[in-house]
């Protein structure tokens, strides 16, 4: 005799309902726009409260809606009903230093830095890196502020990075200058990508020369998709002039190595994966182990000796938090 199986509901099943974009997050709804229907405009949508939960709804994400009855007349139009499964999701410090879930389905993390006001800084930028490799998005360094590296030693001090084959590109963003935004343009045509970076080395003057039009503030403009002012706003995806969007996040750019481990930080450098399988442990850290085919390589000249001994501080950093 067969078992009886118990009774379980069939799951949601909702690959019938069309598929939208969700081009920014304003607490529990989101604005969508129809990607099966571009003669539809952007909806306001709301979000099922299991759906918030699990797995939450994030710019960038392609979701399936349905219509619903408006209960008011500036009410959400439609429901999200599904999340389609993510490439990536992007994750910051949000309250208490709790990850907070940002952006899904990113092609590119453009880290900027520049050479001066303020300076490079390489130990950043490999936080950046590895974070960006975290989260599963390839990395890009665009080093702004060009007219400040006449000599190039700061470009010079990026190559290690266009090595181990993370594109590095040159911005002059400066306002009411002629400005040459041009290689990074190009790169991020048709592409969703966030700008990440310290505070001053130019992130929102570099979104302003790729997006003319664009609120000098755009990290306090919620207006952008035309629905008067909204102040929880999380994340807004803006449009790219030949298409693709750029990630904006008000007010919090940073993000960090979260739920890193620091045995795994090792496996977030491109350049010690190529060689790893060399090194006499499989389970080696690269820091002390005899016969490691990583440290060999640095101590050659084949590694650049800069990103390894960032290593070994940042590897530290993790194993002290707080020191
Ligand atoms: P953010 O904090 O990263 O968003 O940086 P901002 O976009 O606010 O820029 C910080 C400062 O750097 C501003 O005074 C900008 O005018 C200036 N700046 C931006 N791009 C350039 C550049 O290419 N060259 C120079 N010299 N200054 C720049
Ligand atoms: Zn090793």
Redesign the pocket.
């Known amino acids: 005799m067969a078992r009886r199986r118990p009774h379980r509901p069939p799951p949601r099943d909702a690959s019938h309902h069309p598929r939208a974009l969700v081009i920014e997050m304003l607490g529990l709804e989101a604005m969508i726009v129809p990607t099966d229907d571009p003669d539809l405009p952007p909806l306001r949508a709301l979000l099922r409260k299991k759906i918030a939960r699990n797995p939450g709804v994030v710019v960038g994400d392609l979701v399936r809606y349905r219509f619903v009855e408006r209960e008011e007349e500036d009410g959400p139009a439609a429901v999200i009903e599904a999340v389609e499964p993510r490439l990536n999701l992007l994750t910051r410090a949000g309250y208490q230093g709790r990850p907070q879930p940002v952006a899904a389905n990113l092609d590119f993390i453009v880290i900027?830095c520049?050479p001066a006001?303020p300076p490079l800084k390489p130990g950043l930028i490999d936080r950046y890196v590895a974070a960006a490799f975290h989260a599963g998005v390839q990395p890009v360094i665009c080093l702004?502020?060009?007219?400040?590296d006449q000599d190039n030693e700061a470009l010079d001090e990026l190559q290690p990075y266009a090595h181990i084959d993370i594109p590095v590109v040159t911005?002059?963003?400066?306002?009411g200058q002629p400005?040459d935004v041009a290689q990074l343009f190009d790169l991020l045509t048709g592409k969703r990508a966030v700008l990440v970076?310290?505070?001053?080395?130019?992130?929102?003057?570099?979104a302003c020369a790729l997006i003319p039009g664009l609120d000098r503030n755009i990290g306090e403009v919620s207006d952008y998709h035309g629905r008067g002012r909204h102040t929880t706003t999380t994340a807004t995806l803006l449009p790219l002039p030949d298409g693709g969007e750029l990630v904006d996040t008000p007010g919090i750019r940073a993000f960090g190595l979260f739920g890193v481990e620091p045995l795994a930080l090792r496996l977030l450098y491109p350049e010690f994966n190529a060689l790893a399988d060399q090194c006499r442990f499989r389970t080696c850290t690269h820091v002390h182990e005899p016969a490691c085919a990583v440290r060999t390589a640095v101590d050659n000249g084949d590694l650049d000796e800069g990103r390894y001994l960032r290593y070994l501080d940042l590897l530290d950093s993790l194993e002290h938090p707080g020191e």
Not at 197 to 206: E, L, P, Q
């Open positions: 900027v520049s006001d702004n502020k060009r007219d400040l911005t002059q963003a400066t306002e400005h970076g310290h505070s001053g080395v130019g992130k929102s003057s570099i």
